[in-house]
């Protein structure tokens, strides 16, 4: 694989209307980032990802973009951001915007200009259709909820919306509006910018014929992810995009990609692919259910750890992904991946761990450093987002009374991420001086920024001692290009892989059972069936004891402290260590 300035980075997602608040209108702000940037330096990030701060109605939370070249008055001016790109880059912080592309606002000139004139230039932007029989073009369901065709007043025409109606589609089909991104695209990385992370970029692409599907619910409705499949030969915009913008720029591309195959990942992020990365979705879609949420599983530590290890065996010689446990459209890992009785900082920095060695880009959510939680909504009044709302209705549809509703919403909202950051235990956590715009989370007195940074076993403590490790020359080599080897697999709830360098071994292993477990390391070989030698083991890192200060001050020496005997290894309940062996 082709060596890459950002491989060896940490990256952190900064949703920025919960990040800071700089001048009291409870919504966080670029200036509140800027304020933050040497938090973020001192934590070790080398890459930030910026949800939409681009002009926006907000239909949904930015993702609607009524102008691309404006930054929103709510989160600050264009000047903000270029004192933003500029002090990012004293600190060696390549940033990255979201790019959305699918869809802009029904507030963007485009489409005011399609909607007066639907059969003119504008209307080619978009895909405006007439409809059969007095219904709609066809029977796809909105990822919100609903049609995706919006009629257009005093007409027989619709236009489409996979998301919510104020997010029209972009009709890629048509040269000029490519054109038209393509020149966006290049003025923002001509400013500075390092690249994008790509929105619902999997939806560029439509059927040909825009036809009926069968119905999967009884609203005669199918799901979008059926109506994708038929639509064949998104290489064809996605290689553009690339040779026109990102190549030229050596620009940083993330993908935001679900329904591709094991077997299509090359094309996305092989040699030459669409993309640098894309996030491992894998974990994250286990257990949906295309009825609803109210139908969702929640994924077992085993089902967890068979996740990572496909992706990783998937991925491996093809390409690096980015890896998460949450971001602003799922619930807080810690509450979506941890049982019950697991969430605690222990099972905090045990998750942690897993997926941080994993190989690929780490992305940090904000808050995710501190083992932030799912919000604590009382009621459905108390959620912004439109797809929880949707399901909510979902829910009750099917039945559900609305103690059930809520609580199935409250599990799996949107919302759940999108709670202002917990900087302290002041009043309003510190976020801001007036009103948030999205209730706190009341827990804030207990996590918070400023308590954690000042303890040296706090979940801030830890991931900082992760990153720390991952930036370490000494190990640096093998944690980012090293192979995941899983073992130790059929151990019931304690995952541990290898990561496997030329010459050296990393052993990362977690117990998730809430019972000590001892493990046989000798039963550990690598490919070339060499065994372990347990007297050779040497502790890097460990979960449960205060590590920061320490280990900044090298790992080494340690051998006395590991807790192996004779090739047994005894891991305490929620444990996570991280091994040379
Ligand atoms: C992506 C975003 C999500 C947004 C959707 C439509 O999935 O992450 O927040 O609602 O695209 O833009
Ligand atoms: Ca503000």
Redesign the pocket.
């Known amino acids: 694989m082709e060596r890459k300035w950002w491989h060896g980075k940490v990256a952190y997602q900064i949703y920025p209307k919960s990040f800071k608040d700089s001048n009291g209108d409870g919504i966080g702000d670029i200036p509140g980032i800027i304020e933050k940037l040497d938090y973020l330096q001192e934590l070790g990030i080398g890459v930030l990802w910026i949800?939409p701060v681009y002009l926006s109605p907000c239909a949904?939370?930015g993702?609607?973009i009524a102008d691309y070249y404006q930054i929103d008055p709510m989160f600050g001016t264009m000047a903000d951001m270029d004192r933003l790109l500029e002090e990012a880059k004293k600190r060696d912080i390549a940033v990255l915007m979201d790019l959305?592309v699918?869809?802009c606002s029904d507030e963007h000139v485009w489409f005011q200009k399609a909607l007066a004139d639907p059969d003119g230039e504008y209307g080619q932007y978009f895909y405006i259709e007439e409809g059969k029989n007095g219904n709609p073009p066809t029977n796809w369901r909105s990822?919100f909820g609903g049609s995706v065709w919006e009629p257009i007043p005093g007409t027989d025409k619709y236009y489409l919306h996979l998301?919510h109606k104020k997010?029209p589609d972009l009709n890629w089909r048509n040269p000029k509006l490519r054109e038209e991104i393509y020149k966006m695209v290049n003025w923002w990385l001509d400013k500075g910018l390092a690249g994008f992370r790509l929105?619902?970029i999997i939806n560029i692409r439509k059927p040909l014929v825009f036809e009926d599907y069968p119905a999967d619910r009884e609203d005669g409705l199918c799901d979008m992810g059926q109506v994708l499949e038929h639509a064949s030969g998104i290489g064809e915009y996605l290689g553009e995009l690339r040779d026109q913008t990102f190549r030229p720029h050596d620009a940083l591309t993330i993908g935001?990609v679900f329904n591709v195959t094991d077997e299509e990942l090359k094309e996305f992020i092989g040699e030459n692919g669409y993309f640098s990365s894309m996030f491992d979705f894998r974990q994250t879609l286990e257990g949906k259910s295309l009825l609803g949420w109210y139908d969702c599983r929640i994924p077992t530590p085993e089902d967890y750890k068979w996740c990572c290890f496909k992706s990783q065996k998937n991925s491996e010689g093809v390409g690096y992904l980015a890896n998460i446990i949450e971001?602003?459209?799922e619930p807080r890992g810690v509450s979506h991946y941890l049982l019950k009785e697991a969430q605690h900082e222990d099972g905090k920095k045990l998750l942690a761990a897993m997926y941080f060695m994993l190989k690929g880009l780490p992305f940090i959510y904000q808050g995710q450093e501190l083992g932030m939680e799912n919000g604590a909504f009382q009621s459905v009044d108390e959620l912004e987002d439109?797809?929880s709302l949707d399901e909510y209705r979902r829910c009750l549809e099917v039945g559900c009374d609305e103690a059930q509703a809520l609580k199935v919403v409250c599990h799996y909202s949107?919302d759940n991420a999108r709670t202002p950051y917990q900087w302290s235990d002041e009043e309003q956590a510190g976020f801001t001086t007036g009103t948030p715009w999205l209730k706190l989370n009341p827990n804030y007195r207990r996590i918070n920024a400023k308590e954690q940074m000042a303890r040296r076993d706090s979940v801030y403590a830890w991931y900082r001692a992760l990153i720390r490790l991952r930036n370490n020359p000494e190990y640096a080599e093998t944690i980012v290009y090293g192979e995941t080897v899983p073992v130790l697999t059929a151990e019931k709830d304690i995952m541990a892989y290898l990561r496997s360098g030329e010459n050296q071994r990393l052993l990362v292993i977690g117990n998730f059972d809430g019972e000590s477990r001892k493990v046989n390391l000798s039963g550990i070989r690598n490919e070339d069936e060499r065994t372990t030698v347990p007297g050779a083991v040497k502790l890097l890192l460990n979960s449960q004891k205060a590590v920061t200060e320490e280990y900044d001050q090298k790992a080494q020496g340690r051998e006395k402290e590991c807790p192996v005997d004779q090739g047994i290894l005894t891991l305490a309940p929620y444990q996570a260590l991280i091994l040379e062996v």
């Open positions: 949800s949904d939370q993702y609607d959305v699918n869809h990822y998301f997010q929105d619902a935001e971001n602003h459209d439109v797809s949107r």
